[in-house]
């Protein structure tokens, strides 16, 4: 099956009347955020997305997202494969309702994303966050994978304070008085 490249710019409300579903690719090529916050990746992201209407007749899209980078180790500084799969959930919401303030009542399980003046949506910089959003914190290998073992770890050495005279010295010359 051959890899179609997603739309980077879609609209949601008619893809969700549409009930759309895709299946593509996007190139990490045009991901400058994520490219810098890995030490490679691999040339593109799989996506999945779907286009729907729920029961209380919310617009939403849901899907995954799946690719691969070398991350580099905070404990040894070498690199080490990482895949990355991560699924999200959105509802659609119009910048008038977020800068006036009403609220929009959305569940638990829609996380709001805001549409533009045309109704369309940024897919490639959405799929970008939801990329960096599930890197790790600290990117580590596993401890038995990692080349500096437990017992080789050093974290500083402490330089032991200087001796400072005791204030309470001067009462013991009184003492002996």
């Known amino acids: 099956m051959q890899k179609v490249k997603l739309p980077k710019f879609i609209e949601p409300v008619k893809s969700a009347t549409k009930r759309s579903d895709y299946k593509g690719v996007m190139m990490t090529s045009d991901m400058a955020r994520f490219l810098s916050a890995v030490a ?11 286009f729907d209407k729920d029961e209380q007749g ?58 533009n003046d045309h109704g369309e949506i940024n897919l490639l910089q959405l799929f970008e966050d939801e990329l960096i959003l599930s890197l790790p914190i600290v990117a580590l290998h596993a ?35």
């Open 40 to 50: 490679t990746a691999a040339d593109t992201v799989e996506a999945e997305v779907r």
């Open 58 to 115: 919310l617009n939403f899209f849901q899907g995954q997202l799946s690719t691969s980078v070398e991350l580099v180790c905070q404990r040894c500084n070498e690199q080490f494969a990482h895949s990355i799969h991560t699924s999200f959930c959105f509802s659609p919401v119009k910048r008038k309702a977020v800068e006036t303030d009403d609220e929009v009542e959305l569940p638990d399980i829609y996380e709001p994303v805001e549409v």
């Open 143 to 177: 401890e038995e994978d990692c080349n500096i073992k437990r017992d080789e770890m050093q974290f500083g050495k402490i330089e032991p304070a200087d001796e400072r005279p005791n204030p309470f010295a001067v009462l013991k010359e009184l003492k002996r008085d």
